[in-house]
């Protein structure tokens, strides 16, 4: 990235190029004023003299300190062609090689003419130029400065608000940009004296843009995490309201007579059972209170392990082994969801690789919903139809255990058909035993 394409040298540049033009524009306004009432004075003392030597010519006397000539030879062009046609005027030229301003008018079908210095006006207008030029830049430089600091507390808060948004879209719904709603004058920001009342609350009478927007942010996230936790609450407390009557149900199946109404009832609830079982461990997870209980694992031997207690058949290949430190109950758990949810949404050969910390889980079936892979598991959603039916619930469990095992959790599809699930355990707990 360019560095004028943030957007505090954007503001800067934009500042100084606005800037530099107002400058500009007074600049030469300044020296056009300045220059025609400096020369206008020149103009004024020579045309003086010319009214001086023009009485002293017809009364034919001296014409004392003017410098004047009849019809000189260095009179400029359009000076003498003018008063070939009977007029007077004045004009800047050069006598002896310096420059002069000429005045002239016709006397006995000449020209008389008279002329002053004009070197030191000339350097008295480049001093004026240098003057106005070196406070243009000057006034560049500070605004320059004043916009490339205002620009840089801009950028810095919505750097800010979007690095919190970007952590709120990663789950961290605790995460708030902080911009006081108004600022105190008693810690040297901007005051609130002459704010006005409205409807009891006090609000700055100016507006803050960027503190509107980090304002609405940290509210959406607030009523976001609000809503979450209401849902929370709410699935948990009707996994616990379920739990009691379902136990007593499965009890009461027990005692009907054998036959195939007991068998659908059983069916039935014990699938409801499951559903609510999985929605307090998803309530437990959730709610940050699960801790591992960490052992020396062969990981190898652990997930053939875990294949084998599997109802679903799966084949395992073993890379490579490394002993890891991990909560052995937990990665069954996720191994077990991971097998059931391909063998119920994919098609065979199911596969379990195990290379060094990296454990892949795939299928042949369809593969996983985008939405799945680029938002995560969701409850209650399975996406495409084509990965068949269900609650959604069983990878949901997925990425709540990994997270309290710290293993990382990929979601993708084969470049050959079917679902793929890698999980990285952290290369910081592994002792290679090969």
């Not at 007077?88 to 005045?103: F, N």
């Not at 950028?155 to 990663?170: D, E, K, M, P």
């Not at 059972?273 to 031997?301: F, K, M, N, P, W």
Request: glycine share 8%; aromatic share 4%.
């Amino acid at each position: 990235m360019r560095v004028t394409s943030s957007l505090r040298w954007k503001i800067a540049l934009t500042t100084t190029a606005v800037c530099c033009a107002v400058a500009a524009v007074l600049g030469i306004l300044v020296h056009n004023v300045v220059a025609r009432q400096i020369v206008g004075e020149v103009r004024k003392d020579v045309d003086r003299d010319l009214d001086y030597a023009l009485a002293q010519y017809q009364y034919g006397t001296s014409h004392g300190d003017v410098n004047v000539a009849l019809d000189p030879p260095e009179l400029p062009g359009p000076l003498r062609k003018l008063v070939a046609r009977g007029r007077s005027g004045s004009m800047v030229g050069e006598h002896a090689g310096k420059p002069v301003m000429w005045a002239a008018a016709p006397a006995d079908d000449k020209p008389l003419a008279v002329w002053l210095p004009y070197e030191s006006t000339r350097h008295r207008l480049r001093d004026i130029d240098t003057a106005i030029l070196a406070s243009a830049a000057l006034a560049a430089g500070v605004v320059a400065l004043a916009g490339l600091f205002l620009a840089n507390r801009i950028s810095r808060r919505l750097t800010t608000t979007a690095a919190v948004a970007r952590r709120i879209s990663a789950g961290d719904l605790d995460a708030r940009v902080g911009f006081p709603a108004e600022h105190d004058g008693k810690d040297g920001a901007q005051g609130t004296d002459d704010s006005a009342e409205d409807g009891g609350r006090r609000r700055p009478r100016y507006r803050d843009e960027v503190r509107d927007v980090a304002q609405a942010l940290d509210s959406m996230a607030r009523s976001l995490q609000e809503r979450i936790e209401a849902e929370k609450r709410f699935t948990a407390d009707v996994a616990h309201e379920l739990r009691t009557p379902l136990t007593g149900s499965l009890a009461a199946a027990a005692l009907l007579p054998e036959g195939r109404p007991k068998e659908m009832i059983n069916d039935r609830l014990k699938a409801l059972h499951l559903l609510t079982e999985d929605l307090l461990e998803i309530s437990r997870l959730e709610s940050g209170v699960e801790r591992a209980d960490l052992a020396r694992v062969e990981l190898g031997q652990a997930v053939r392990r875990a294949v084998a207690a599997t109802r679903p058949e799966a084949s395992v290949r073993v890379v490579r082994d490394v002993v890891v430190l991990t909560d052995r109950r937990r990665l069954d758990r996720i191994l077990a969801n991971l097998l059931v949810n391909a063998h119920k949404h994919g098609k065979p050969p199911v596969e379990v690789t195990v290379e060094g910390p990296v454990v892949v889980v795939r299928d042949h079936g369809p593969g996983y919903p985008s939405e799945l892979i680029e938002q995560g598991p969701q409850r209650f959603r399975t996406g495409d139809p084509g990965r068949g039916r269900g609650h959604g619930l069983g990878l949901t469990i997925v990425v709540g255990q990994a997270a309290v095992l710290d293993i990382a959790l990929s979601f993708a599809n084969a470049p050959d058909g079917g679902a793929m699930t890698t999980l990285r355990l952290p290369v910081g707990r592994l002792t290679d035993t090969g």
